[in-house]
């Protein structure tokens, strides 16, 4: 079973920023906070990801509480491209054999002009 | 980022013949592949775990006898649904993770959608 939990759906206006929550409240110490979408009918995309410290790129800025226990995707400018289903998922640092993922049901955003 | 290529995107069959699906690393060499599948509104769910040389590890309810997975280098990946029913009409997933990095983000391909009729 995915260890976090999502709100189902949001909704978000065009050029407004979108913040997706995350609940990762089981995350153990070696876990980082994954952030992936998924655009209709295609693979899905990395974002993100982070420990412990905020991190930011060019697509996202991913916000985590100082307990872990949740997080916060912000999409600064949401455009009708970003429409999407994002999906939050905690794993183990290493890749190899571990680096397999476990999706839940995600959040679909759906951006509105 | 790094390039996942998966072929066919999408895929017609009768029943009962074999379909076969791969997935490359076309930058990158990748010692795990995995291998998920989605139906409609539903979220990805983990087939197997491809290693480079090994055999797959399938996850539970998976039949292996069913979804061969060859892994024969360490840039390819295949996935071969065999006797295909309708009932295994889905899209089709699949991942790699760099042989280099630590700490990496998975690379999902663009997926196959399957369809038996």
């Known amino acids: 079973d995915a260890k976090t939990t999502q709100p189902p759906s949001m909704d978000c206006a065009e050029g407004r920023a979108a913040n997706l929550p995350c609940n990762h409240s089981?995350?153990?110490?070696?876990?980082?906070v994954y952030w992936y979408r998924q655009i209709h009918s295609q693979g899905p995309q990395y974002i993100i990801h982070?420990?412990?410290n905020n991190e930011t790129n060019e697509m996202a800025s991913l916000i985590i509480t100082e307990d872990r226990k949740s997080s916060t995707l912000i999409l600064p400018h949401a455009t009708l491209r970003d429409t999407a289903v994002y999906y939050c998922?905690?794993?183990?640092?290493?890749?190899?054999?571990?680096?397999?993922?476990?999706f839940g049901k995600g959040t679909k955003l759906s951006v509105k002009p | 980022g790094a390039v996942v290529s998966q072929h066919p995107s999408w895929v017609i069959c009768k029943s009962g013949t074999s379909v076969k699906i791969e997935c490359r690393s076309l930058?990158?060499?990748?010692?795990?592949m995995f291998w998920y599948r989605q139906f409609p509104k539903q979220s990805l769910m983990l087939m197997a775990t491809?290693?480079?040389?090994?055999?797959?590890?399938?996850e539970q309810g998976v039949e292996k006898d069913k979804f061969l997975i060859n892994h024969a280098s360490l840039t390819l990946s295949t996935l071969t649904v065999t006797s295909a029913h309708p009932e295994d009409s889905s899209f089709y997933i699949c991942?790699?993770?760099?042989?280099?990095?630590?700490?990496?983000?998975?690379?999902f391909g663009q997926g196959t959608r399957l369809t038996v009729v």
């Open positions: 998922i905690v794993r183990v640092a290493s890749g190899g054999s571990q680096g397999n993922l476990i």
């Open positions: 982070g420990l412990k």
């Open positions: 930058d990158f060499q990748a010692t795990t």
């Open positions: 089981t995350i153990s110490g070696n876990e980082y």
């Open positions: 991942s790699a993770t760099a042989l280099d990095r630590l700490n990496t983000e998975a690379f």
């Open positions: 491809s290693n480079e040389g090994s055999k797959a590890t399938y």
